[in-house]
């Protein structure tokens, strides 16, 4: 089992459209949580930290799940600039806090 | 403030040639890290430094050595490069362990 497994993907969705994405991560002892964002040919960037209590940034809504080992991001109205790819991020403490990247899932947004 | 910047943006080798991929940061991070990312499989991290001097294994250090004698500078090397050393390489410091991560702008790197 991947240590962080996200929705494979691609999504594709109009414009305006709420979609959702899911990781799950497989060590509780798992401290910390991000969502990236990572366009096409470009790094990664800090999207949103994750925290318990639930974090909203304008359109997007992340929440995190300890009991259930389990991260969301949600985009409301989406826009043609969310297209990206999402990649959920988990680090651990252990040797220098381990960060553990998931795989990303795509995302097309479309007129 | 230039972030995090990495030299050279691209590079080709023949197999067995080595070279050397440089990291700058100016945000004066503890934490340094490399990945590697290729397609399907996310970023791996290949090494991390905790500090000036200090250097550990990620989990796909095979093939690669660092070094960290400037805070400021982390530097990835291949001494003998392969073609499965062909991917994207990506940089990253961070104020300390656990927090958020910046990244530089990649090296691709192609051998053939």
């Known amino acids: 089992r991947k240590e962080v497994e996200q929705d494979p993907g691609p999504f594709n969705v109009p414009e305006g459209a709420t979609v959702a994405f899911n990781c799950t991560y497989s060590?509780?002892?798992?401290?910390?949580f991000f969502w990236y964002r990572q366009d096409c040919r470009k790094e990664p960037k800090l999207l949103m930290s994750v925290y318990s209590s639930g974090n909203e940034d304008g359109r997007f809504t992340a929440q995190l799940n300890r009991a259930s080992q389990y991260i969301s991001l949600l985009i409301r109205d989406s826009k043609l600039s969310d297209s990206a790819t999402y990649l959920c991020v988990v680090t651990l403490p252990t040797g220098g806090f381990k960060t553990i990247f998931g795989a990303g899932t795509r995302l097309f947004v479309k007129a | 403030n230039a972030g995090v910047t990495q030299t050279p943006k691209f590079r080709v080798l023949k197999t067995g040639q080595s070279m050397t991929l440089l990291c700058a940061q100016d945000m004066n991070h503890e934490y340094m890290y490399w990945y590697r990312q290729d397609p399907g499989m996310g970023l791996r991290l290949i090494h991390y430094?905790?500090?000036?001097?200090?250097?550990a294994k990620g989990e796909v250090p095979d093939g690669y050595n660092v070094s960290r004698l400037k805070k400021q500078n982390f530097l990835l090397g291949l001494e003998s490069a392969a073609p499965s050393q062909t991917s994207v390489y990506f940089c990253a410091s961070s104020e300390r362990g656990g927090l958020k991560q910046y990244f530089g702008p990649g090296t691709r790197l192609t051998v053939t």
């Open positions: 430094s905790v500090g000036e001097g200090t250097t």
């Open positions: 060590n509780s002892a798992s401290q910390s």
